[in-house]
C-alpha cells in the first residue's frame, strides 16, 4: 500500500525565515503528487500539484515545490514565509492507475510575527 | 453550489446509535470521496464514488460504515453501532473525473462527529 512521511510534525519560524517542509512516500510506480493547506478555520485546499513534467512545480502565494523521483520525495519550500502562511500542511499521492489520494500526517506551521 | 457542503456540521451521539452525515458536492463534479480525520493526522480515504457507483470502499473500516450516492449527486455516509473510536471529522470532497483532475479535490468543511 502507498504512504506518505512528512518529517516534521510541527515548525516554528519567523517572518522572512526560508521553509522546507519534507515529504516522502512509498510508491514503486507513477505517481501524481500534491500539497494540500489548511488555514486555521478553512477548508483543506489544493497549494500545488505535480503531473509530469519539470519537476519543480509552483503554486499560490509563493510556493513551489520540487520531485525527486530517485528519493521518492516531493518536499514543499517557500523563500520567506509570512504569518499569513500559518496553517497546516499536507503531502499527498495518487497512484496514476487509481483515484485514492493518501495524506500524510500533516506539518503545522507557525509564523511568528 | 458554490462549494461542498456537508451537513451537520457538528454531531454528538452516543455509543451504539446511528448517524448519517450527508455531502453535497460541487455541481457536474462527477468523483465524490469520503475521508476521516482524526486528531493529529492526515485524512485517511474511506470510500470513492464515480457517479452513483463506489468505485474503490476499500478505506471503511468495518461493516458498520456504508455509503450511498443514489443520483449521483448527494452522498450519505452512514454508520450504525457507532463507537468511541468512530469520533473523527469526517470529510467529503469531490472532483471531476479523468487526468489531470485526479486527485485535485475541493473539500467540505467537514461534519465533526463525537461518540460519547
Known amino acids: 500500500a502507498q504512504s506518505v512521511s512528512q518529517h516534521n510534525h510541527h515548525v516554528i519560524l519567523s517572518e522572512a525565515a526560508s521553509l522546507e517542509l519534507g515529504c516522502n512516500y512509498s510508491?514503486?510506480?507513477?505517481?501524481?503528487l500534491f500539497w494540500y493547506v489548511q488555514y486555521p478555520g478553512q477548508h483543506l485546499q489544493l497549494l500545488l500539484k505535480?503531473?509530469?513534467?519539470?519537476?519543480l512545480v509552483k503554486g499560490i502565494k509563493g510556493f513551489e515545490a520540487e520531485f525527486i523521483k530517485s528519493k521518492f520525495s516531493f518536499n514543499l519550500r517557500k523563500p520567506s514565509v509570512q504569518w499569513s502562511d500559518t496553517a497546516e500542511y499536507f503531502c499527498?499521492?495518487?497512484?496514476?492507475?487509481?483515484?485514492?489520494?493518501?495524506f500524510g500526517a500533516g506539518t503545522i506551521l507557525r509564523v511568528k510575527s | 453550489g458554490a462549494g461542498v457542503s456537508q451537513t451537520p456540521s457538528n454531531k454528538v451521539t452516543e455509543k451504539g446509535k446511528y448517524v448519517e452525515l450527508r455531502c453535497d458536492p460541487i455541481?457536474?463534479?462527477?468523483?465524490l470521496y469520503w475521508y476521516r480525520q482524526s486528531l493529529g493526522q492526515g485524512p485517511e480515504f474511506l470510500i470513492y464514488?464515480?457517479?452513483?457507483?463506489?468505485?474503490?470502499d476499500s478505506g471503511l473500516p468495518n461493516d458498520r460504515f456504508f455509503a450511498v450516492r443514489p443520483e449521483g449527486s448527494v452522498s450519505t455516509l452512514k454508520i450504525q453501532r457507532t463507537e468511541r473510536g468512530d469520533s473523527a471529522v469526517y470529510l467529503c470532497?469531490?472532483?471531476?473525473?479523468?487526468?489531470?483532475?485526479?486527485?485535485?479535490?475541493?473539500f467540505g468543511a467537514g461534519s465533526r462527529l463525537t461518540v460519547l
Open positions: 470532497a469531490s472532483s471531476l473525473i479523468g487526468q489531470p483532475q485526479v486527485g485535485v479535490l475541493t
Open positions: 510508491y514503486g510506480g507513477t505517481v501524481n
Open positions: 505535480y503531473f509530469s513534467g519539470d519537476p
Open positions: 499527498a499521492v495518487n497512484p496514476v492507475e487509481g483515484n485514492k489520494l493518501v
Open positions: 455541481s457536474g463534479h462527477t468523483a
Open positions: 464514488f464515480q457517479g452513483t457507483g463506489a468505485a474503490d
